[in-house]
């Protein structure tokens, strides 16, 4: 008999058990050998990874803490009493070995290896190897069977009409918050469209971060349904309704990793869409040195694959591939982003155009999923409906009915990053405006982020600025400029070049 | 500026920073995007993991706590101050991407990305997605140069000889302590063999846990030289000599993910016989269901493997393959290995044959090494030295030279596992075996382990013990019973099958 303890350490999505070194119930010397063990006293034995503790302080031999999650998801108090036995291997682990091998695994193995990663029986790397091993080859069968397996242990909504549409862009492209005007586009048309969106994944800001900006976007099923049912629309943030768990438990492996899998990729979105009970689908695929999708060849790939996953499955999918060669919009970071999307909504003259014609093309793909509306007439009905203001209207009630936030300033540290010689902009390097973006604060601090002030084709006078960096932390604005010092991300194609 | 802090958690080859969620130095709310930070303030700058912490009492907003490694590399005393940056990503990470998706690496992306490794610039899962991604195909030249980097991040040791010879077993057969015995014959013979042993890795024992048992494995670069200028031979624990800095960190992750890299195998085995300056190794590669590699074709495969190598750094390898079907020996775990290995080096009746022959065999291999020993020799003159007891006499020298250690005892804990049928033993199963000793506290628990009683092909009776668990503590002693009973290990072909 151990007694619980826990510790204030956040482990982040790793269940992590603190035992003393001669701890009472449970020797552990040979550590790397059986480092998993099943702790018993709770609703359900819990899985945690052990660290060794060697301090009487933090624990005691007759004490076992645990991390904040861990600890959480035992749902037992202080000082209750456990007992603890050496983890049994998953038996699902033997599935990843033999993908690792070059196998393919069955429906019945991809359901195992989800509900074990969604219960946190999996550590880290061995997250890591699955990811990777499917990397490497994986059947179009079998991200049929990770779809299904990853929307099965999930909470399904369901809806009271037959069509329910969405759009979903895949990520990396900056500042592309087309969503946050299709959404209000298309309420405004009369379709049910419960956007149920991210945070950063991977980059500086995600819809979820920005929609926090106007709004209250932690809303339970219950809050999403009766939204959805009164305003026709609605924009959430996805992890807050916990739809599903082995998919956030893979990401926060994924995001860091930096790997990138296409099968993981279809199957993360097609299962979570299919869970929230969405019927029609516009994915955009945007394509380009911006964009974590390089290639046409990569996309349409990625979009066979799509298809093939949506077919099986009974969702309509429209997959359109766009322009990823620069960032969309102005602002990167969430209140700069919420800028440009009000002024689209507003109708400004000084609106973002790339971000208004985007979201009024993809607008006007979810608009034609209405049987009624003409083939090609998507396009002018969604731009009427900017241009009417019902549009604003739309996003004012959604707002409204979420919870209108308190307005955010920008960040009041700023600097402006400007062009080294006089020429015209020949590209911008996402990963390094990216990562100045994330330095500065964004999107954790919703104020910090970037402003760009020029755009590929754009000239530019030597001395003059590029772009404006904004935090609120001294050490983030200090770091965010170092950065940037070193390499600004632009590249200009130097007038001077041709007299040289 | 933060104050450092000693963290007394023990977290296994990963430098984790425990920083308070409102830590003044730095603000990381997005804790996955940039999770890894560089530390400076010491010789180097030291890289970690960060995991939030939100008590003021394990760390103050003023304070950077670093877990034992952590703290021992940076090498600083507490109270001292050091500043905290964002970890720039390991520019080697993209070699790895590159990797994933298929590609082959050059020699210098092989040598940054164990230089990074050895450094400890890598998360666990980054390990992970290497190894995973390595496993899926790598060409004989990126082995190499794996080897090769490896090797370069080692600190080399050099000889006054021209031929330094070893033996090698391709870890995973139980009980296999050949080498204990192959070292005092070949010292005996008077050719120098300083084995560079290892703990148990993915078993309940390894060679150096076994010599533990009779002698101290912790010796110095200096105290090896000493004992083989003047003995021949000496078996010590190579992670003391700290050879293979990077080598320790991928077996770390390697180990309990149990994914087998055979490229990743070559690699680990050849660098450090190489940087023990070794010029001629016998390679022992055991086939069979009880050991790591299960085919022949997998054999022949690795051995491909191997020789390559070899070829290509210049050292003669002589590599055999040998049964690999059943444990070795009778005891397994530290203490009844010794048992096993003096009862042979004693020559006693009761020593267990097939020990005794494939040492006998293995280092006649090694002899053969000599030029003088005509081919088809080594073996009969292995058998005059042990039978003569040169062997012992050397084995004893080594013992007394590297410092004896105090006799340890037996497990005091013990319980027969018993034959539920009568008949023959058909198979063992060594995952159930291996699993069972390494419960009971096996290897670090100098007097736990099994005592195997019968072996293929032996007849027994209905309540005969089949084996015998020794255990110390009561905890690891239970735990084991409760294996046993769920799963004795044994097939036993029924004699009664013959009626039914």
């Keep these: 008999m151990l007694t619980l303890k826990r510790i204030p350490i956040d482990s982040y999505r790793q269940n992590i058990a603190y035992l003393h070194r001669k701890c009472v119930a449970y020797r552990l010397d040979d550590f790397s050998a059986v480092s998993k063990i099943e702790i018993h006293g709770g609703i359900e034995p819990l899985w945690a990874i052990v660290n060794l503790v060697e301090d009487h302080n933090l624990v005691k031999p007759t004490e076992i803490g645990l991390s904040l999650q861990a600890f959480h998801q035992i749902n037992l108090p202080e000082g209750a009493e456990v007992t603890v036995s050496p983890a049994q291997q998953p038996v699902s682990l033997d599935s990843i070995r033999r993908k690792v091998q070059g196998g393919v695994l069955s429906a019945a193995e991809y359901s195992s290896i989800i509900s074990d990663i969604a219960n946190y029986r999996y550590s880290k790397m061995e997250i890591a190897a699955f990811l990777v091993a499917s990397a490497s080859f994986m059947t179009a069968g079998e991200v049929l069977s990770l779809t299904e397996a990853m929307e099965e242990g999930e909470r399904n909504i369901s809806w009271d009409w037959d069509t329910i549409v969405d759009v979903h862009c895949i990520g990396g492209l900056l500042g592309n918050r087309t969503d946050m005007i299709v959404v209000p586009i298309v309420a405004a048309f009369g379709l049910p469209i419960p956007k149920i969106a991210a945070r950063a994944i991977g980059s500086p800001c995600g819809t979820a971060d920005v929609m926090e900006v106007l709004a209250n976007v932690m809303l339970g099923e219950k809050g999403l349904k009766e ?35 296409p099968q993981q990729m279809v199957a993360s979105v097609l299962s979570k869409k299919l869970s929230a009970g969405i019927t029609h689908l516009v994915i955009d695929i945007p394509v380009g040195s911006n964009a974590k999708i390089r290639t046409m060849a990569e996309a349409m790939k990625l979009r066979k694959m799509f298809e093939h996953v949506g077919d099986m499955s009974g969702m309509t999918l429209d997959i359109v591939v766009t322009d990823g060669s620069e960032p969309v919009g102005r602002g990167i970071g969430p209140t700069l982003e919420a800028r440009d999307v009000m002024s689209v909504l507003r109708c400004k003259a000084s609106a973002p155009e790339d971000l208004r014609e985007k979201s009024l093309f993809l607008a006007g793909r979810v608009l034609e999923f209405d049987s009624d509306l003409r083939g090609g007439q ?23 009915a979420q919870g209108r936030a308190t307005p955010s300033a920008l960040g009041k540290l700023t600097r402006d990053i ?36 020029k755009k ?29 010092e070193g390499d600004i991300g632009y590249e200009i194609a130097s007038r001077d070049k041709d007299f040289e």
Tied chains: 1, 2.
Aim: aromatic share 8%; proline share 3%; net charge negative.
């Design 418 to 453: 400007t062009a080294p010689v006089s020429g015209t902009i020949d590209s911008i390097n996402s990963t390094c405006i990216k990562r100045i973006a994330s330095v500065a604060g964004s999107p954790a601090d919703k104020g910090a982020g970037i402003d760009l002030f």
């Design 227 to 261: 939204i959805v049912a009164k305003e026709n629309g609605s924009i959430i943030w996805g992890d807050y309704l916990n739809l599903a768990p082995s998919d956030a438990v893979l990401r926060a492996v994924e995001r860091p990793l930096g790997v990138y899998t």
């Design 378 to 400: 998507g396009y002018f009905e969604a731009r009427d409906i900017l241009d009417s203001g019902r549009a604003l209207e739309a996003m004012n009630r959604i707002i409204h």
């Design 456 to 484: 590929i084709g754009d000239f530019v006078e030597r001395g003059e600025a590029l772009y404006r960096i904004h935090a609120n932390n001294q050490n983030n604005f200090a770091f965010a400029n170092g950065l940037a």
